[in-house]
C-alpha cells in the first residue's frame, strides 16, 4: 500500500528556519517524481515544485522558486521542503504528492500525505 | 502561465441530482492533460480523474469527464451526501502546472 506521512505541525517564529517532511512506503521511492502543494488557510491548493529522488532533479513553479528549497535522501525514502526565513504570509496547510507514473513529470498527483501544519506568527 | 477559472464557485444540489463542474484553461492544456480532484472537509485531496477522462483507481462510475483543450467538466451523476467537498481542477500539460481556484458542492 502506497503511503507519505509527513512530519507533524509547526509553529514559528518570522524568520525562523524550518525543514518538513515526507516519508515514502510501498512503492519504489527513487523513480516517482514527489512534490509539495500549499494551502493557504481557506483557500485552493498551488503547485509549488516537484523533486525525482533518484538524482534530486528539481522543478519548481515560479512563484516559489527562490522561496523554498526541495530536496529527497533516497536512502531514507524522503523528501523534504524548506524554508531559511519565514514570512507570516508562509503560514499554510503543506502537502506532500507522488506523480502517477515512474519517471515522468507530465502526471497528476495520485497519492497525497496527510499534511503538515506550518503556523507563522509573532 | 495556463490560468484555469472554475464555475460556478458554489453548487447546492439534492441527493439524487446531478452536478456539472465546469473548468476553462486560458490556453489550450496539451495533450489533455487535466485532471479533477475532491478534497473533502479537512482531509487531503483525492484524485478523481486525470488525461480528462480516465477515472482513477477506486473512483465509482458516478464520476465522469469530459472535454479537450480549453474546456473541460466534471460530471457527478446520482448525488451523495458524502460528496460534500470542494473539486479541484489542475492541468499538467503546461509548465508551470496550475490548479483551478475550485467549485464547493453542498448538498441540500
Known amino acids: 500500500e502506497v503511503q507519505l506521512v509527513q512530519s507533524g505541525p509547526e509553529v514559528k517564529k518570522p524568520g525562523e528556519s524550518l525543514k518538513i517532511s515526507c516519508e515514502g512506503a510501498?512503492?519504489?521511492?527513487?523513480?516517482?517524481?514527489i512534490g509539495w502543494v500549499r494551502q493557504m488557510p481557506g483557500k485552493g491548493l498551488e503547485w509549488m515544485g516537484i523533486i525525482y529522488p533518484g538524482d534530486s532533479d528539481t522543478r519548481y513553479s515560479p512563484s516559489f522558486q527562490g522561496q523554498v528549497t526541495i530536496s529527497a535522501d533516497k536512502s531514507i525514502r524522503t523528501a523534504y521542503l524548506q524554508w531559511s526565513s519565514l514570512k507570516a504570509s508562509d503560514t499554510a496547510m503543506y502537502y506532500c504528492a507522488k506523480l502517477a507514473k515512474q519517471g515522468s513529470t507530465w502526471d497528476p498527483f495520485d497519492y497525497w500525505g496527510q499534511g503538515t501544519l506550518v503556523t507563522v506568527s509573532s | 502561465e495556463i490560468v484555469l477559472t472554475q464555475s460556478p464557485g458554489t453548487l447546492s444540489l439534492s441527493p439524487g441530482e446531478r452536478a456539472t463542474l465546469s473548468c476553462r484553461a486560458s490556453q489550450s492544456v496539451n495533450s489533455n492533460y487535466l485532471a479533477w480532484y475532491q478534497q473533502k472537509p479537512g482531509q487531503a485531496p483525492r484524485l478523481l480523474i486525470y488525461?480528462?477522462?480516465s477515472r482513477a483507481t477506486g473512483i465509482p462510475d458516478r464520476f465522469s469527464g469530459s472535454g479537450s483543450g480549453t474546456d473541460f467538466t466534471l460530471t457527478i451523476s446520482r448525488l451523495e451526501p458524502e460528496d460534500l467537498a470542494v473539486y479541484y481542477c489542475q492541468q499538467y500539460g503546461n509548465s508551470p502546472r496550475t490548479f483551478g481556484q475550485g467549485t464547493k458542492l453542498e448538498i441540500k
Open positions: 510501498g512503492y519504489n521511492f527513487p523513480n516517482y517524481w
Open positions: 488525461g480528462a477522462s
